[in-house]
């Protein structure tokens, strides 16, 4: 029989075998492991909810709105408490954020703190819920500066490269955990009927060029000339600059978008443009962990000029424009961003 790798023996092993940055004696430190299992175990409950529909009347608007002015879903909402409920107790956390909610969410007193601070958009992509495609769940882990016990914003505002780990769960045909922890990514898959997530790719790598390329493109006529520039040159295809043919996908859930870029290969923008001004997507809890995992799986993730993950976060939902994937598509865009400066 096929060795099947769980999640739990997958950080274990890890935790033997790997020296991790904020751990010199050589692992993943047993409370990072712990965290980890608990958001995948979240994720789990939100991917029941979610498989279950209209059967479980979760389906529909929620009636109330978030903090960044968007109407929420009823799967916003309970993902969101399944997220909170899951870590408040374990010990391992010193406080949370979440795109649902517009403040620091701090442990309750009468639990244990630890020493990791966790973010997480609880559903991403949400317009896809009622429409039964793929959606998912992004999170992100940053370390609690030293002597803080009562987080407040100013101790999650570190920049992308600070994050000690970071995944993203996809609730599609299969349920999916994208996970890094700074040492490449892994894919696991839930085997629903064992109720486990189990091991499917090891060191991930997303192919350097690509002839596919992610945009909404109902935002054209909003984009800046170094935008419109790189996807004129795709449509032109094989008769233009690039000699070849382009496809486009737009699945319209981040996480989805990424995943499809993880397997073979691709370019996703949500890039600043007249109408979005400082981009769409939030920094710290969407682009963040996002980014990390491309740049592990050996992509590239910039703003068009500058790497996301080098920006000093000012506020907890700051807005964010997005390049990323395929290195060599990325670094050309980021190029025609510097060329537009001249
Ligand atoms: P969320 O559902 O958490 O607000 O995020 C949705 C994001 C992202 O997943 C997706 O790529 C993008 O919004 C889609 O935006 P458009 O609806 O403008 O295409
Ligand atoms: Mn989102
Ligand atoms: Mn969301």
New binding site residues.
Partial sequence: MARRISLSRYLIEEQRARPSPDNDAGAIPADLRLLIEVVARACKNISNAVSKGALAGVLGEAGSGNVQG?AQKKL?VIANEVLLEANEWGGHLAAMVS?EMEGVHPIPHRYPKGEYLLLF?P?????NIDVNVSIGTIFSVLRCPDGITEPDDLAFLQPGVKQVAAGFAVYGPATMLVLTHGHGVAVFTLDREMGSFVLTQDQVKIPEDTSEFAI?MS?MRNWDAPVRRYIDECLAGKTGVRGRDFNMR??????A?CFRILTRGGVFM?PQDAKHVKG??RLMY?ANPISFIVEQAGGASTNGRQRIMEIQPEALHQRVGVVLGSKNEVERITRYHAEAMK
């Fill in positions: 968007e916003d795109e958009d559903l991403d992509g949400s317009s909404n935002n737009w699945i319209a859930s981040m996480v978008d949500y769409r997507l969407e």
